[in-house]
């Protein structure tokens, strides 16, 4: 919680340092490296979390490139597999989101089905500083 409260005061404090709309672009960076399982979470060129992920495993792909996220739900639903939940879920390609997961013992383990799954806590925290920061202000980077 207070790791959550620091990050939440650290971007409060780079938008209430001049950091206006305008000059914010791709301020928020969540770049995840498929190699390591890991995303590390950079706020105006400072990292600001790290954590490990779950990635595609076996039989099925994670896109790599640079994204912008396309939607988001608090709360999403998979219509493709068997309406498993997908809290705070960002869509950047498609049906790719990154999103909590329940499996939190297979994190750091390719696992998913080609999604990002973060643990729910972490996913929140992600949602929160995608919120604002914005959307478009926000680029994910998935590389091998």
């Not at 890991?38 to 060129?45: A, D, F, I, K, N």
């Not at 992920?53 to 739900?73: I, L």
């Not at 914005?134 to 590389?143: A, F, K, Q, Y």
Request: charged share 15%; aromatic share 10%.
């Amino acid at each position: 919680m207070r790791k959550m409260l620091a990050t939440i005061a650290m971007t409060a404090a780079l938008f209430t340092a001049g950091l206006g709309a305008a000059e914010a672009k791709a301020v928020l960076v969540a770049d995840v490296n498929i190699s390591t399982q890991t995303m590390t979470v950079s706020y105006s060129g400072r990292v600001v979390e790290r954590w490990k992920v779950s990635t595609a495993g076996r039989g099925y792909s994670t896109p790599t490139g640079a994204y912008s996220p396309t939607r988001m739900h608090k709360m999403w639903y998979s219509k493709k597999y068997d309406n498993s939940p997908m809290p705070y879920s960002i869509f950047f390609r498609g049906g790719y989101a990154i999103h909590g997961t329940g499996s939190i013992k297979r994190l750091g383990t390719p696992a998913s089905h080609g999604c990002v799954r973060l643990h729910p806590s972490n996913a929140a925290k992600l949602f929160a500083l995608v919120k604002q920061a914005g959307e478009e202000n926000t680029r994910i980077v998935i590389n091998r």
